[in-house]
C-alpha cells in the first residue's frame, strides 16, 4: 500500500522540475535585484520563503504529499515580486538551490562550479550597490523550527 502512494509522488516530482530544481538564476535575478535597490537608507525589508518536501508544514494535513510553499513578503511590492517567483518557479526538494541562486545574483563573480553542490545551510552577509549607496544583504537558509521544511530568509537593511 506504501508503495502505491510513493509512486505517484515519485513519477510527480520526475515530471516536474520545480520540485528538485529552479529554473536558473538568470530569471530570479531581475526581481531580488530590484528588491535590494529598493530598500532606501534607515529601512529594513525582508523577505521569507519556506519550503517542505513530501510533508506539509507544521499545522497542516500530515496526510498530505507533496510539495509545498510560502513566502512572506510583509506587504512590500519588490518583495511581492521576488516571493511570486520563488512561488512558482523555486526548488522544493533541493530547496538550497533558491540560497546559491540568490547569492549568485546579488554578489556578482559568485561561483560554485556546478549544480550538483548541495547547500544544507548557509548565513553569509555582504553588501549590495555601492559603498555609498545600497543594502546590507543577509541570506539565510536554514531548517525552520516554528514551521517545519526550511526557509530562505533574505533582509536588506538601507543604507
Not at 505517484?8 to 515530471?15: D, E, K, N, R, S
Not at 526538494?93 to 540560497?99: D, K, P, S, T
Not at 555582504?126 to 531548517?143: A, D, L, V
Request: charged residues 15%; glycine residues 10%; aromatic residues 10%.
Amino acid at each position: 500500500m506504501r508503495i502505491s502512494v510513493v509512486l505517484p509522488v515519485l513519477l510527480l516530482a520526475l515530471a516536474s522540475p520545480r520540485l528538485w530544481a529552479a529554473q536558473g538564476s538568470e530569471t530570479l535575478c531581475t526581481p531580488l535585484r530590484a528588491f535590494a535597490a529598493s530598500v532606501q537608507k534607515g529601512e529594513t525589508k525582508s523577505i521569507e520563503f519556506h519550503t517542505s518536501w513530501l510533508a506539509d508544514f507544521k499545522g497542516g494535513n500530515p496526510k498530505t504529499i507533496g510539495a509545498f510553499t510560502r513566502c512572506s513578503d510583509h506587504g512590500y511590492a519588490p518583495a511581492q515580486a521576488v516571493c511570486s517567483y520563488l512561488s512558482n518557479n523555486g526548488a522544493v526538494e533541493f530547496a538550497g538551490i533558491n540560497a546559491k541562486d540568490a547569492l549568485v545574483c546579488l554578489l556578482p563573480g559568485t561561483k560554485f562550479g556546478q549544480r550538483r553542490l548541495m547547500v544544507d545551510a548557509l548565513d553569509v552577509s555582504f553588501y549590495y550597490g555601492t559603498q555609498q549607496r545600497g543594502s546590507n544583504i543577509s541570506i539565510r537558509f536554514e531548517p525552520d523550527q516554528k514551521m517545519g521544511g526550511m526557509v530562505l530568509t533574505i533582509v536588506a537593511d538601507g543604507y
